[in-house]
């Protein structure tokens, strides 16, 4: 979640005259939002023709504008300005400006200025304020007498997400006459494509109209968290004042849920379905929209206390009917919610051979390796670390683009592609030690070629493997890992991992469960203290890819760390 200065008065961006250039706030947050008002639209005439309304309009008075001498510098000189009108350069000023906040314990942090009770020139800018309902007529433009230059007295205010809503207007105005050679009814065809533009805009007016409820409670919450961030205070601080707001708007968690799929992921879904996702303006209109999501997500998540599911079926589509929303994790691809969404099956692509000849011993199937991810993702933070390690891998091995709105990374990152390998034995090294250690009596942090006998050993009990088999396969895997020190490796004449071969047991289910045990040590120890065959690991050569090192490697880890896992489901 990006936390941004503006968000302070998101609620009240001005636009002086209803104007979108220089000196207009809302004006640059539409730029910013990937919103350009071309010629013949503007947002003046979308307010005169009654298709958007600002949420407070102030006409200024014509003696205070006039007495100001230097219009419209800021550095104020208007030493005859009556009494009565300093509120209105006040205001000016303050439009142009982000004013500044008050960050005391209990002050209106989810309030802009104008909306603020105690702030004056809000005060005077909600007195002064006409109803567009009654007059949609803005008030008469005037020769400024110092300056001689024309003035739209009045000042708007617009919300943020008032930026989507003049997209969806700018799209709905565009028309389409005729494609080649006019028609001989060219007259009838105007007329016609006028009438339809019109009833676009129309649905688009209600439309959002629709919207206000879900994003006035997320302008209160970005407005909020923009004031809390300026306190320099502890989350918990944060988490309270989210609680406080969602009193005061008698705002409940299902109302939240619901606000984001059935309103946030429902837009979403329709610009992804309708506009172009690679055009510059699209694309930055998507991240603003995913901005959204991802403040209301964790304003969520605050109330709850607990990470939002992406895979609960609430969010997640399990079948083929297609919905208004788009899933939560299309929309918001934090990237936790990305590695535990692809590593069952990323898992599962490697262990095919496992899952056959384990049958359904241990969880080497998608369904099973989503069960235990489930089960574990919230309680193991090395559960997570070992799967983001796995999506990363596979991301960097991924030479197709990322130039969609899924993906808008803008560095050029570095395909130091054994890192993320190197990290999964080490990861799944503390996930084995969480579960030894969870066990009664158990040494707490056992050495680590001790610590995989103790898993392999529990395998094996799982494999009905008993009495002197069981005993033979744990002292031929003490003395395969004798090789895991790696001390006096020949980089250049020798392998690096056992093979099934190597194991020299009758049964093929301990052969490959002492060998996965036994290479899983080697893959720990060569990620901690060497870096001799780093390319060999990561990238492809001319032989049987089944028999590659780092297939080797992977297989070997996801083997043994899921067949520890075998007891938590």
Known sequence: MRIKSIDRICRHLAAPGTRTDLGSQFGKHLKDSGVNLTTPLSLRWFVDEGWIAPVLRVPLPRTALDSWINFPKLNVKAPDCPESGIWAINLWIASHTVPPSVV?????????????????????????????????????????????????????????????????????????????????????????????????????????????????????????????????????????????????????????????????????????????????????????????????????????????????????????????????????????????????????????????LFESTFPFDVAAIEKVVSTKWQKSRALRRFCFASSRLHDQLDSSPHDGPFNWRAAIQEKERIEQLLLLPLHGERILSQIHRSQPGSKRFPEVRELVRGRLDRALVLTKCSGADRRNAIARAKELMKKAQLHAQDWGTSKLFVDNSDVELDSAVTRRLVAAHVNFVIARNYAAHHDALDDDLVFATDGDPTEHVGRIAMTSVLTTVLAAMRDLI
Not at 210 to 220: A, I, N, P, Q
Not at 278 to 283: C, E, F
Request: aromatic share 10%; glycine share 4%.
């Open 104 to 356: 005391a314990p209990g002050a209106p942090w989810a309030l802009s200025y104008v909306d603020d009770p105690s702030h004056s020139v809000g005060l005077s800018a909600r007195e002064h304020s006409v109803c567009l309902d009654d007059d949609r007529c803005p008030p008469e433009e005037f020769e400024h007498e110092p300056s001689g230059r024309r003035i739209e007295p009045w000042i708007d205010f617009f919300a943020y997400w008032q930026a989507f809503h003049v997209a969806e207007l700018c799209e709905a105005a565009c028309m389409t006459l005729y494609a080649t050679a006019p028609p001989a009814n060219a007259e009838e065809a105007v007329s016609g494509a006028v009438e339809r533009a019109r009833a676009r805009m129309n649905s688009v007016r209600q439309r959002w109209h629709e919207h206000r409820t879900v994003f006035e409670w997320l302008s209160h919450y970005r407005t909020m968290m923009s004031n809390w961030n300026l306190t320099g205070t502890g989350w918990e601080t944060a988490e309270l004042a989210a609680k406080s707001l969602a009193s005061d708007l008698d705002l409940s968690t299902d109302a939240i849920r619901h606000g984001i799929r059935d309103t946030l992921l429902v837009i979403w879904a329709r610009w992804t379905s309708t506009y172009d996702s690679q055009h510059q303006n699209v694309r930055a209109a998507l991240r603003a929209l995913r901005d959204d999501i991802d403040y209301a997500v964790t304003f969520l998540e605050m109330l709850t206390g607990e990470e939002t599911d992406p895979q609960d079926s609430f969010w997640h589509i399990k079948d083929r009917q297609a919905r208004r929303w788009a899933q939560l994790v299309d929309a918001l691809p934090r990237e936790q919610w990305i590695a535990r969404c692809s590593f069952p099956e990323s898992a599962a692509s490697y262990l095919v051979e496992e899952s056959k």
